[in-house]
T-cell receptor, first 113, second 115 residues
Framework: ETGVTQTPRHLVMGMTNKKSLKCEQH?????MYWYKQSAKKPLELMFV???????ENNSVPSRFSPECPNSSHLFLHLHTLQPEDSALYLC????????????FGSGTRLTVV | AQKITQTQPGMFVQEKEAVTLDCTYD???????LFWYKQPSSGEMIFLIY????DQQNATEGRYSLNFQKARKSANLVISASQLGDSAMYFC????????????WGAGTKLIIKP
């Protein structure tokens, strides 16, 4: 068990659907992250939250909408996605914004049809 | 611009042998951190080892060691006495000097340990 739990593990959705990915950590970490991992591409940082405030948004399309209601939970709301958005979405957390060690979840494998 | 290069897309290694995974980086900032992560088929990224640019000694964690050659800008991961469970993707990453949060990732190396 990694300490960072992501649900669901797999998700298939149509381009007109609305779905949400959930990430939960009980490590006492103050920073949480969303990454996108596409085949044969380096990991892409999407969003960073520190103490529940968004501190970085790497030019992510508005069809991805993050939410951090508290320091233990992070959501990624999805709507009107495109097939190229199919990827593994990884959540991570770290002690603080200068964390040396990042703890990752197992990811959500998203397929957009 | 900061960049991480992993030149080995895949490697086959005999069980119990040592293996070196290559990583070179490019940055103009004197202060940076280098990371290695393992990603098994289950998907989660597992932190292995960290090296700070000002650390005097090479980092070690159990069977993992980081061969840090600052002048060559290389940070190779060495796994001693490889085991079947070491089969996975391995990623080298560097913390961006301009952003405290941005990890710059390499493309990864797929390591397969043969029995």
């Amino acid at each position: 068990e990694t300490g960072v739990t992501q649900t669901p593990r797999h998700l298939v959705m149509g381009m007109t659907n609305k779905k949400s990915l959930k990430c939960e950590q009980h490590l006492g970490h103050n920073a949480m992250y969303w990454y996108k991992q596409s085949a044969k591409k380096p990991l892409e940082l999407m969003f960073v939250y520190s103490l529940e405030e968004r501190v970085e948004n790497n030019s992510v399309p508005s069809r991805f909408s993050p939410e951090c209601p508290n320091s233990s939970h992070l959501f990624l709301h999805l709507h009107t996605l495109q097939p190229e958005d199919s990827a593994l979405y990884l959540c991570a957390s770290s002690q603080d914004q200068m964390g040396v060690s990042y703890t990752f979840g197992s990811g959500t494998r998203l397929t957009v049809v | 611009a900061q960049k991480i290069t992993q030149t080995q897309p895949g490697m086959f290694v005999q069980e119990k042998e040592a293996v070196t995974l290559d990583c070179t980086y490019d940055t103009s900032d004197p202060s940076y951190g280098l990371f290695w992560y393992k990603q098994p088929s289950s998907g989660e990224m597992i932190f292995l080892i960290y090296q700070g640019s000002y650390d005097q000694q090479n980092a070690t964690e159990g069977r993992y060691s980081l061969n840090f050659q600052k002048a060559r800008k290389s940070a190779n991961l060495v796994i001693s006495a490889s085991q079947l469970g070491d089969s996975a993707m391995y990623f080298c990453a560097m913390r961006d000097a301009n952003s405290n949060y941005q990890l710059i990732w390499g493309a990864g190396t797929k390591l397969i340990i043969k029995p």
